[in-house]
């Protein structure tokens, strides 16, 4: 493709550029967390899988703030009546890209085992499927305590697993990480009990 052709579809491109920012302007305050939430995840991996000390620390930074956004949008939309279909849609698609992201390139790096990633990446999938499966016939599965203090564990031990420096990081991040596996499993049979004692609700 030529230079004259690639020009000319310049402006067609920041054109639905600038509709998409307009639609994203359009959001509430809490959608637009969310997704900032979401385009934060490619930016904190182009620092994770480079091989130094201050790629690592602005690696964690961005993770940080990402996990913190969190809790601010599920907190404002509660907190001014703005809870939307998209952001019930966008927030746990957000969390579980932003966990899942992180743990494929610890793997990698070799600063997390695969088989814990294996089983925290499939209970996210395996909890979003039920609790899915549950709200589409009208019956709410409540986030339960187990999984709120899972997620927190989560996020610190990958904060230190993801800043590597001081070796001490990894050992405390890699204890607290098989913490958060223990709260995986337990809130995910929590989650699969509520799930059986409203299955005759969700099978009619």
């Not at 020009?7 to 997704?35: E, V």
């Not at 031990?157 to 405390?172: N, R």
Request: hydrophobic share 55%; charged share 10%.
């Amino acid at each position: 493709m030529s230079l004259p052709t690639v020009w000319s579809y310049l402006p067609m491109f920041a054109n639905n550029l600038t509709k998409k920012f307009d639609l994203f302007i359009q959001l509430n305050l809490p959608n637009r967390i969310t997704l900032c939430r979401i385009f934060l995840v490619p930016v904190m991996l182009v620092f994770l899988i480079s091989p130094s000390t201050s790629g690592s620390f602005i690696a964690a930074l961005i993770f940080a703030a990402a996990a913190f956004t969190d809790w601010l949008d599920g907190h404002l939309a509660r907190a001014n009546h703005q809870i939307t279909t998209l952001g019930k849609l966008l927030d746990p698609i957000a969390d579980k890209l932003l966990i899942t992201a992180t743990l494929i390139p610890l793997v990698a790096l070799g600063r997390v085992s695969p088989w814990i990633a294996v089983i925290l990446i499939g209970r996210e999938f395996a909890v979003t499927g039920l609790r899915g499966i549950a709200a589409a016939k009208g019956v709410i599965i409540a986030a339960s305590n187990w999984g709120k203090y899972k997620m927190l564990c989560q996020v610190v031990a990958l904060i230190l697993l993801i800043l590597y420096y001081p070796p001490v990081f990894i050992g405390l991040g890699q204890g607290i990480l098989y913490l958060s596996l223990f709260l995986s499993v337990a809130s995910g049979i929590d989650y699969f009990r509520s799930f059986w004692q409203n299955l005759d609700l969700i099978i009619d």
